[in-house]
């Protein structure tokens, strides 16, 4: 069964850190660009960060630069998003996918657009 699979959300104080994974089951991430989106309660999805096939080429939601990393490790089939100096803003359901056109430099712009594949996602709640 083909699936991506995210993992590492919780609960984490205002100024915490979190690293979310997205592992792939059943099929390799090599090759594909990587999104995180998010989708707050009563909000629409939104892009977050993503990575082109290559890992040369990333982008950032202006509300998570400076704060987010994104990177891979196609070894590990796992692309991960380092999360620090969370804010309660941030509390959202994480998930992860794969655009839809392999083996393409340009698969992450920007607008975040292309993508599918979507995980289950992984809760991040900020509180105190």
């Known amino acids: 069964q083909l699936q991506l699979v995210e993992s590492g959300g919780g609960l984490v104080q205002p100024g915490g850190s979190l690293r979310l994974s997205c592992a792939a089951s059943g099929f390799t991430l090599d090759g594909y660009s990587i999104g995180w989106f998010r989708q707050a309660p009563g909000k629409e999805r939104e892009g977050v960060s993503c990575i082109n096939n290559r890992g040369d080429v990333t982008n950032y939601a202006d509300s998570v630069k400076g704060r987010f990393t994104i990177s891979r490790d196609n070894a590990k089939n796992t692309v991960y998003l380092q999360m620090t100096d969370l804010k309660p803003e941030d509390t959202a359901i994480y998930y992860c996918?794969?655009?839809?056109?392999?083996?393409?430099?340009?698969?992450?712009?920007?607008?975040?657009?292309?993508?599918?594949?979507w995980g289950q996602g992984t809760q991040v709640t900020v509180s105190s």
């Open positions: 996918a794969t655009h839809r056109v392999r083996f393409i430099r340009t698969g992450c712009s920007p607008s975040f657009t292309g993508f599918r594949s």
